[in-house]
């Protein structure tokens, strides 16, 4: 079973219960077998796009209501095992812990600045904002020439559209949390 084959499966059997219909009920408003139905929804069958149109139409959804994966109810991501977002060899060192998913308007990242080394904002645009939790260390956001120090324990929010800068002012390792909102969709 392919992995669209799968969604289809778990999607036709998931908007059937919700609507409390039997496999009966749901073949006499499709006009698609009962069994090609169970066969469907167990995933042992591909059904021709005819068929998809009917249990579309007797369900009253859209196509993509039949094969949008639905995202978990919780995510775990492993720091260890994040993409390297962003990196200055020997400078700083940026990880992606959620990347931006449309719809979503946020993303977060964890990042490491090594002592006297300096890192532009994350946003890449001006219409965002970027809120950042120190988690190690001690450093300074400088946000239009002025200095805001931050260390262990800090949390700050600034807006991108003057530009952002994290700068490392201490002498160990500066590591932070930074979360991007974006103001507007499609950014």
Excluded: W
């Amino acid at each position: 079973m392919n992995q669209m084959d799968k969604v289809l499966a778990t999607n036709l059997r998931r908007i059937r219960q919700e609507k409390k219909m039997s496999l009966d009920v749901l073949a006499d408003q499709t006009g698609v077998s009962k069994s090609m139905l169970g066969q469907i929804e167990r995933g042992e069958s591909n059904p021709t796009v005819t068929t998809i149109g009917k249990i579309m139409e007797g369900l009253r959804v859209s196509f993509e209501d039949l094969i949008a994966v639905r995202e978990s109810q919780v995510t775990i991501t492993s720091l260890s095992e994040s993409n390297i977002y962003r990196e200055k060899k020997d400078s700083y060192l940026v990880r992606t812990i959620f990347p931006y998913q449309k719809m979503k308007f946020f993303e977060a990242y964890e990042c490491t600045i090594m002592p006297g080394a300096t890192m532009t904002g994350i946003a890449n645009h001006s219409d965002a904002t970027e809120c950042c939790t120190v988690i190690e260390g001690e450093g300074e956001l400088i946000v239009f020439d002025e200095i805001f120090p931050i260390k262990k324990g800090d949390s700050a929010r600034a807006a991108t559209e003057r530009g952002l800068l994290y700068r490392n002012s201490g002498t160990e390792v500066f590591r932070l949390q930074i979360i991007v909102s974006h103001n507007k969709a499609g950014v």
